[in-house]
Nanobody
Framework: QVQLVESGGGLVQAGGSLRLSCAAS????????MGWYRQAPGKQRELVAR???????IYADSVKGRFTISRDNAKNTVYLQMNSLKPEDTAVYYC??????????????WGQGTQVTVSS
């Protein structure tokens, strides 16, 4: 089993910044992918960014140039630095862990979610 604990959400004005953190514990494989998804009211959950244990990253087009995902493998922790926030970034942000490489990812584990609210 894998447990994910997120932190760092909150309320910020448009143009501001927030940093999310997600610490994984339990049966963590050395090769894995961790990422952030978000879900706004009435919308489907969508990928924001993902990073592999090797450092490869992918981003949603809507956040490219504004958000940066990073990780500390020694701490099994992933971060999401969010700059130039917009009201449309308002959502519950969920951390995800998946064991394995990008070509063969295992089952997804999810955190409890953290609310990010951007006021205009």
């Amino acid at each position: 089993q894998v447990q994910l604990v997120e932190s760092g959400g909150g309320l910020v004005q448009a143009g501001g910044s927030l940093r999310l953190s997600c610490a994984a514990s339990g049966s963590i494989l050395r090769v894995n992918a961790m990422g952030w998804y978000r879900q706004a009211p009435g919308k489907q959950r969508e990928l924001v960014a993902r990073i592999t244990s090797g450092g490869s990253t992918i981003y949603a087009d809507s956040v490219k140039g504004r958000f940066t995902i990073s990780r500390d493998n020694a701490k099994n922790t992933v971060y999401l630095q969010m700059n130039s926030l917009k009201p449309e970034d308002t959502a519950v942000y969920y951390c995800q862990y998946r064991p394995g490489s990008s070509l063969s990812l295992g089952p997804a584990y999810w955190g409890q979610g953290t609310q990010v609210t951007v006021s205009s």
